[in-house]
C-alpha cells in the first residue's frame, strides 16, 4: 500500500500526485448517503415508526465492515420500516435531507469537463431520484421500496438486474457504465464513504473517500476527511 501524505489540510493523497487533469476522465460516480446527502437516509425513515436506534446501529456496523452480508443488514433494515408512509418519506426529505458541500460544484465541474456522472446507492429510489434531477446526474441505481396503499411493506422491489444495490452490484455498474461508454475502468472516479463503496473504488482509476469510514480512508487514493466535496478539483483540475 502507498504511503499517504497530507496534501493540504484535511486532504490526503495515497500513490496519486496531484494535480491531475479533471477531463482525462470520462465518468465520475457517487454514493448517495453520507455521501452526497448528510444522511443515511434508511436510519431517518426509521425514526419516524421509533426504530432509528436499532436501524441506525445495523447501518455503522455494515458501513464499517462489521457485517459482510450488506444484503442481508439492508433486508433485516428495511423489515423494520414496514408501517411508514409515503408522507413519512416526504418529511424525512424536506425537513432533513440537505446536499452535502461542494456536491453541486463538483458534479457541475465534472459535466463542464465532459464527464458522465454516475449515483450508485444503496439508499432508496424515493430519495435518488430527487436527488438526481436535483444535481443533474446523469444515470442512478438504487432500491426500491414497496409501497402498498401508501406504507411501506418491509420489503423492496426485485429489478431487472436484482433486488439489492450492494458493494458488488455498485461495481458491476460501474463497470457496465465504463463498458457502454467505450472507456477504460482507470478513466473513472469513484467517491464514497462506506466499506460498500470499496469494491467500485477498487476498479475506478480515483478512489475518493469522503468523510469516511477508516477502513476506506485506508484504501482511497483521495481521502477528503475536512471540508466539501469540491475540495476534490484542489487534486484533479
Not at 426509521?46 to 465492515?65: N, Y
Not at 475536512?226 to 484533479?236: C, I, T, W, Y
Amino acid at each position: 500500500m502507498p504511503q499517504a501524505t497530507e496534501f493540504a489540510p484535511g486532504l490526503v493523497l495515497r500513490g496519486v500526485t496531484a494535480p491531475l487533469k479533471l477531463a482525462d476522465y470520462k465518468l465520475i460516480a457517487f454514493d448517495m448517503d453520507s455521501t452526497l446527502i448528510n444522511i443515511e437516509c434508511v436510519d431517518e425513515i426509521a425514526d419516524a415508526v421509533g426504530r432509528k436506534a436499532e436501524v441506525a446501529a445495523i447501518t455503522e456496523a455494515a458501513m464499517q465492515g462489521v457485517i459482510a452480508d450488506y444484503k442481508e443488514s439492508l433486508r433485516q433494515r428495511v423489515a423494520l420500516l414496514q408501517g411508514v408512509t409515503t408522507e413519512d418519506l416526504d418529511r424525512v426529505f424536506t425537513e432533513r435531507l440537505q446536499f452535502n458541500p461542494g456536491a453541486k460544484e463538483l458534479i457541475d465541474a465534472a459535466k463542464a469537463a465532459g464527464l458522465k456522472t454516475l449515483l450508485v446507492s444503496g439508499g432508496f429510489t424515493y430519495f435518488s431520484d430527487r436527488v438526481k434531477k436535483h444535481l443533474g446526474i446523469d444515470f442512478a441505481r438504487s432500491n426500491v421500496l414497496e409501497v402498498e396503499n401508501g406504507v411501506l411493506t418491509g420489503r423492496m422491489v426485485d429489478q431487472p438486474w436484482g433486488d439489492i444495490c450492494d458493494g458488488a452490484e455498485k461495481r458491476r455498474t460501474l463497470l457496465e457504465m465504463a463498458s457502454l461508454m467505450g472507456i477504460d475502468p482507470s478513466e473513472t472516479i469513484a467517491v464514497g464513504d462506506g466499506a460498500n463503496d470499496l469494491p467500485m473504488m477498487g476498479e475506478a482509476g480515483i478512489s475518493v473517500a469522503f468523510h469516511a469510514k477508516p477502513t476506506v480512508r485506508a484504501q482511497a487514493k483521495v481521502a477528503i476527511n475536512q471540508g466539501g466535496l469540491d475540495r476534490l478539483l484542489e487534486v484533479v483540475r
